[in-house]
Structure formats: C-alpha cells, structure tokens
C-alpha cells in the first residue's frame, strides 16, 4: 500500500517526516518499515547468494548480467555505472537491482562478470566515448541501436586494420561480412535512416578530413569479432579465409607501393589456394579504389 494512504489509516498525518516515519523507536521514530527498501535488500541477498553459489539460477543471473552488459556498451561493470544513462535498457529484475544498488551508493565487485575488452591501444568502447562527451539520452539511445544493429562494441570494430580510418560501410549502416562477431547479439531491427544520419555525424566528429583524430595503437588484446583478412608484414602478402579456403595474394610491386602509409595493391583475381594461415599475421582491410572516368 502506498504511504500515503497508510498513514491516515494509522491515524498519522500523511506529510509526517519520513524521519520519523522510518527511524528507530529508541530515537523516538515510529520503526515502520520502508518497503521499497526491504525489497531491495531481499533482491541484493538473493542476487549475492545466488552468484555466490554459483548455481542453476546463479548462471541464469550471469546470462542475464552479461546480456545487459552488451545491451549498455560499457566497459566497467554496468551495476557500477548511473542506470538513469542507460533508459534504453528493458526493464525487469535485474535493472530493478541496478537502480536499487545506484540510490544505495554500493559498489559490486563480481570477478567473473564478462566486460568488453578494448583491443588496441587508444582504444575505448563507443557508448563511453560519446557518453563522456555529454550527448542526450535520446541521442546516445539512437547511437546504441545502429551499434547493436551493426555488432560493434569498440571503435577498433568499424576502423580499418591500420587503425587510421572508420570504414565506410559502418557508417552507411551495413554490417561488416569481413568481420563476424562471436558474441551472441539481442535481435535489433536495422534503425531508420533518419538515425543513420545521426549515427554518421556523429562518427564524423571522430575524424579530420577523413582520417582519425587520435590514431587508434597496436593490438593489447583480442577482439570479439573473427577477422578474414590478414597480411604478412615481411612479404606483404595478403591472406583471405572464405570458411576453410584460404587464398593467398602477393602484392603487385611493379605498380608500387607506399610503405609509409602500409598500403599494398594486389590483384584479386591472382588468388593461389593455400591451406594454412601462416603464424604471426596481422589483421588486414581491404578496400576497392574508385574509378574515375568513362
């Protein structure tokens, strides 16, 4: 029942300091038990308990922590973080917990909770990134359905492999077949193109004619995305896996290229067929020049 309503039927003025309400009877309160927080703590000992254990429903809360982890984009443990940010988030008993957990001021420590990691140096997630520079709610809630929809988490997901541009297709809104996410994505339809547009000027604040404002670093850890592309830096050759074909490609030295920028040109169509993928190798971008003229 809700306090106001209780009180009168107590015989108590509904507008009575909730001090007094609430506080202790040795300091002269009335003891009544606030129940929303009652509630909150049965969920936090049942969420503690249950992790703890590790048991049937124990996995089912890590599922479901890990689901919402993905859905909010972040870097750091979403418990952690002020779930007024993440509106978008469907509700239920777990984002019930996390607001409960924010009013309270706790801190949850969870070692196995999984956390994107961030796999070049430079790097950071792109809900962190354009959530730090202050955008709206409705804005970053439009930002996270065209990421979701495109099964990115990180800027390094949608930047060449040299770490100096974002590529095209991710900001004409089309997934990358080049690169296939491991992960287990929630089913997000393809945004409007109304938000697209809004997707792309803001992946455009990132760069300066095209190019990186910070140049994304090497390789600290691994991505979440299978990579098909790959490029031997002593020989320069490049290799392409298509399921389990791998086709190798040697670079066209007599139409040259420029070692400084790392930009190779090969023939496509000059494909040998090979069956391993050497060691060592390092993520690669193919891109198709533009034709100019008839």
Request: charged share 20%; aromatic share 8%; hydrophobic share 40%.
């Amino acid at each position: 029942m809700d306090l106001m309503a209780l009180l009168p039927k107590l015989h108590l003025n509904r507008h009575m300091s909730r001090a007094i309400v609430h506080g202790p009877k040795e300091f002269g309160g009335l003891a009544l038990p606030h129940l929303h927080t009652l509630q909150g703590v049965d969920k936090l000992k049942l969420f503690l308990g249950h992790i703890r254990l590790q048991d049937r429903t124990g996995h089912l809360i890590h599922i479901d922590m890990t689901y919402v982890q993905l859905l909010t984009g972040t870097s750091t443990l979403f418990l952690n973080q002020d779930p007024t940010k993440y509106e978008w988030v469907e509700s239920g008993w777990l984002t019930s917990l996390w607001a409960f957990i924010s009013r309270t001021k706790l801190t949850i420590t969870y070692p196995l909770s999984w956390q994107p990691s961030i796999p070049r140096e430079h790097g950071r997630t792109i809900m962190d990134y354009f959530d730090g520079i202050g955008l709206p709610n409705k804005t970053l809630e439009i930002i996270n359905r065209c990421r979701l929809y495109l099964q990115v988490i990180t800027l390094s997901d949608m930047v060449a492999a040299n770490g100096q541009t974002i590529l095209a297709s991710a900001k004409a809104g089309l997934r990358l077949n080049t690169r296939i996410s491991k992960l287990l994505w929630p089913i997000q339809d393809c945004p409007p193109k109304m938000e697209w547009k809004v997707w792309a000027s803001h992946l455009e604040e990132l760069e300066n004619h095209g190019r990186l404002i910070k140049l994304l670093g090497g390789w600290i850890a691994l991505p979440h995305q299978t990579w098909t592309e790959f490029m031997d830096g002593q020989s320069g050759n490049l290799y392409v896996k298509n399921g389990k074909t791998i086709t190798r490609y040697q670079p066209l030295i007599s139409n040259g290229w420029t070692r400084s920028e790392l930009q190779y040109w090969f023939d496509t169509d000059a494909g040998v067929e090979t069956h391993l993928l050497p060691e060592g190798m390092a993520p690669a971008t193919i891109t198709t020049p533009e034709r100019r003229g008839p």
